[in-house]
């Protein structure tokens, strides 16, 4: 993150971590590291096509942002779509293949043509996007169409997050 951004890394991390807290979120940031995600993002394209995309992703989250864990070790990714009450043969299946890689491919493609450079990340009514850590009540002025410049702040596009 401070390679991201510099200077500015200490306080980012203070933010993400009190908008979080105050939502009753743990995040234990210094734990995380950079890591592919890609079958993590095939793994919640299966959570989905199963209705449990709510439960993987939540269950992905929590183990990354909190608890550290790499949400790139295929044993996490099995153990993880388990609890989320996926079958775990499928699960395997889909770590062990390349089902869902097109499909995430796009969604990055598509997210880049929109100018999101980072995660978490909102589009409302084809604005600019704008940073998804933020208290409620700006997200909630954000999703109430309030004047622009009121609310969130922007995603920078030369840095993630």
């Known amino acids: 993150m401070a390679g991201w951004w510099g200077e500015q890394a200490p306080a980012r991390i203070a933010r993400i971590r009190s908008v979080g807290a105050a939502e009753g979120l743990e995040l234990n940031l210094h734990l995380a590291r950079p890591v592919n995600t890609l079958d993590a993002h095939r793994l919640v394209k299966l959570a989905a096509d199963r209705d449990r995309a709510d439960q993987m992703m939540e269950l992905l989250l929590h183990a990354y ?67 998804g850590v933020q208290p409620v009540a700006d997200l909630q002025g954000l999703l109430r169409n309030e004047p622009a410049g009121s609310h969130g702040v922007l995603i920078n596009p030369d840095r993630p997050g």
Do not use: C, F, K, M
């Open 65 to 131: 942002h909190t608890e550290g864990h790499n949400v790139a070790d295929a044993q996490v990714l099995q153990r993880l779509g388990g609890e989320a009450g996926l079958d775990t043969r499928e699960v395997r299946i889909v770590l062990d293949g390349d089902d869902y890689a097109d499909e995430v491919r796009a969604d990055r493609r598509h997210a880049a043509e929109h100018g999101i450079t980072g995660v978490p990340s909102l589009v409302i009514d084809g604005r600019p996007p704008v940073s």
